[in-house]
């Protein structure tokens, strides 16, 4: 009996649509494997802008080093409030959510997409795959890449700057135009990493996903709630607080598949993006 199929509801899409999943060769992915035979997946998602920053939309690229192999696109039904300034940049509004799918859904089929990929995303704090990951119980496996990290080793960007990408877009002359829309800005992103792996080929001769990741540390970023922290803090010096769950940040892989590519380019859209901030409301730095 064949599985029940994911329906998904991309931006501009009047109603759900049945998510067909294209099996793909995703072989064993380690530090030894080469850079233009890894599968790489380019992730952006867009927030209600509030706190606790709850998803609005993910999009993504599956690709190689030679060019993209298939996209995936939803609008993301969270039923909470969206802040307007959010709202102005990204512009979704409820009326567009009704139909999409729970934010459970959508992450399934996203981690089913991205089976066996290096993820890559360009948010300095790694904010969209944790928000992708929140709540699950078990590590991301995938390796991640974050293009802003990736930008400031190959472009020599003075230390505590964060580049945008629209700014790497423009340096790296690429003929694409961010638009603040989940899919638009993982295709963008998805662009920068392959013109800036160029780039570390050239500089460095680096011909392995091993050889990225080690010279691209993870941030570790503290998004323990304050009154949790300070809870932490109070019994680390012997005071009784309550006792907090444990959180998770990442999710594990799933099953291998693909979505097929869209045959006509996104319209151009806005969402949250952070300049160089993970506190504003939106998406990740552009």
């Not at 793909?24 to 530090?31: I, K, Q």
Request: glycine share 8%.
């Amino acid at each position: 009996m064949s599985s029940k199929p994911f329906l998904l509801k991309p931006r501009g899409a009047m109603e759900p649509v049945a998510w067909e999943e294209i099996a793909v060769d995703a072989p064993e992915l380690g530090p030894q494997t080469r850079l233009d035979e890894a599968p790489f997946v380019a992730l952006d998602v867009e927030t209600t802008g509030n706190a606790p920053f709850l998803v609005l939309e993910i999009g993504a690229e599956r690709f190689r080093l030679d060019g993209p192999l298939s996209f995936f696109d939803t609008l993301v039904d969270c039923q909470a409030p969206i802040n307007p300034y959010a709202h102005r940049r990204h512009h979704i509004d409820r009326s567009m959510l009704i139909g999409a799918p729970e934010f459970r859904d959508a992450r399934r089929a996203f981690l089913r997409f991205a089976h066996g990929a290096v993820l890559v995303e360009h948010s300095h704090d790694a904010f969209d795959t944790w928000l992708v990951g929140r709540g699950l119980e078990s590590p991301l496996e995938h390796p991640i890449i974050d293009t802003s990290a990736l930008a400031r080793l190959v472009l020599e960007v003075p230390k505590g700057q964060t580049p945008g990408l629209a700014r790497l877009v423009q340096e790296l002359a690429l003929d694409v135009t961010p638009a603040h829309a989940a899919l638009d800005d993982a295709r963008a992103t998805a662009m920068v990493f392959r013109a800036l792996i160029a780039r570390t080929q050239e500089k460095f001769g680096w011909t392995t996903v091993g050889e990225v990741l080690a010279a691209l540390p993870r941030p570790v970023v503290d998004r323990t709630a304050p009154s949790r922290r300070a809870s932490a803090a109070g019994r680390a010096q012997g005071v009784q607080g309550p006792k907090a769950q444990p959180r998770s940040d990442a999710p594990g892989v799933t099953p291998r598949a693909t979505s097929p590519a869209p045959n006509a380019p996104r319209g151009r859209s806005s969402r949250r993006r952070r300049s160089g901030s993970s506190g504003s409301p939106g998406g990740s730095p552009a």
